[in-house]
Structure formats: C-alpha cells, structure tokens
C-alpha cells in the first residue's frame, strides 16, 4: 500500500465501505469491513489523504485519523454526488468520495473539536425539545378546540390559561386529567430548556 494516496470512507455504525487510490487516481483497493475490522485496518494504514462524507460521526473519525498522522477531509453530500459511478451503494459512495477528495478546488467541512461538538450537543438536544412542547402545545390547542375550547397561539398564553382550564366545567374528568399530564411534561420541558440556555450561555461566556 506504499503507493497509495487517497482513502475514501463511507462511514456506518457498524459496517464501512473503503475505496483505495494512487498517485494516478487508479483503484488500488476496495473493501468492505466491519467496525473492528476497519479499525485494525486503519490502524496500519500509511499516511494519506483520508477522505469521507460529512455526517454523523464524521468529525470523530476526521479527529481520529488526524491525530495518526493522516489529512483528514470532510465533503459535503452534494458535493460527492456528482462524482458517484452508477447507482447509490456503499462502494460506489466511497469510490465517489476518494474520486471527489482528489479535486484540486474542493471544498470542506471543517473538523470540529470535541468541545466544539460538546456545545453543538446541547443546542441541538435544545432545538428536540423546544420542537417537542411545540408540537404538545399545538396537540393539545386541537384536542380541546374540540370541546369549543381555542386559546390564542402562543405558548405564555397557553401556560397562563392552563390553570383554569384544568378545573374549566365545559371539559370531562378525562380531558381534565389530561390536562394535568400535559401540564407535569411541559414543566419538565421547560426546566431543560432552562439548563440547555444556561450551558450554552456559559460557554458563551468562557469563548
């Protein structure tokens, strides 16, 4: 493998397509291995341009293979697709990625660092939950319009008028309940949302 140049990885959980090229942009190899197989084989892998798509667990492996000597790239999908030979598979994606890594005006997804990814972690948990209580304020906005119930769109109006309408006599003991429900998970959104700001905003703080 002296004569390598450039990897390209299409990256799994449990199963990672490799696509081996020279100097020249010839095939030199093409394997498919599982996740401890691919680790022992890029353990012995001769420095090179290491090349794989950017997506999940793609800045791990971009960390890795830099700190073994390798020059790691990141390539946005659409930028790998065009260089695809025939149909969607693994190997040909990790064919399309090493062919993609050789072209001089690429461009790259930066590799973020893990305090970098630490922080990313909590905006997007963040953005799950917000997206969560939207979707059980709305939920529940539509089961109680059907018992001629309508609160205004926003989410202190919601909260504000909660209360009341636990106790409001035009709905059942059931709806009631679960109301009361309803209730008990939003204060337990909201409480993370709470954490989530003010983790991000103590790093905001200490950058």
């Known amino acids: 493998m002296d004569q390598l140049t450039t990897v390209g990885i299409d990256l799994a959980k449990d199963v990672f397509a490799i696509c081996v090229l020279d100097a020249t942009g010839a095939v030199l190899q ?3 291995l599982r996740r401890e197989a691919f680790i022992r084989w890029a353990e012995q892998l001769s420095p090179c341009r290491v090349a794989m798509e950017a997506c999940g667990s793609s800045h791990h492996w971009g960390r890795w293979f830099a700190a073994r000597g390798h020059t790691a790239r990141l390539i ?3 930028f790998v697709r065009p260089f695809r030979p025939g149909g969607k598979n693994d190997a040909a994606d990790a064919e399309a990625i090493a062919v993609a890594a050789r072209q001089p005006t ?3 997804v930066a590799i973020k660092s893990v305090e970098q990814q630490a922080i990313l972690a909590w905006h997007s948990v963040r953005n799950g939950w917000q997206e969560e209580r939207t979707a059980l304020l709305n939920r529940t906005r539509g089961l109680l319009a059907e018992f001629g119930v309508v609160i205004a769109r926003s989410a202190d109006r919601f909260f504000s008028a909660l ?3 636990i106790e409001d006599a035009r709905l059942p003991d059931p709806v009631q309940a679960m109301l009361l ?3 008990e998970q939003l204060a337990a959104l909201n409480l993370r949302l709470a954490r989530c ?3 991000i905003a103590t ?3 200490s950058s």
């Open 181 to 183: 429900e309803v209730r």
């Open 203 to 205: 790093h905001a703080r």
């Open 106 to 108: 690429m461009r790259y």
């Open 76 to 78: 946005p999908a659409e």
């Open 163 to 165: 209360p009341i309408l």
């Open 30 to 32: 093409r394997r498919v």
């Open 197 to 199: 700001d003010q983790q």
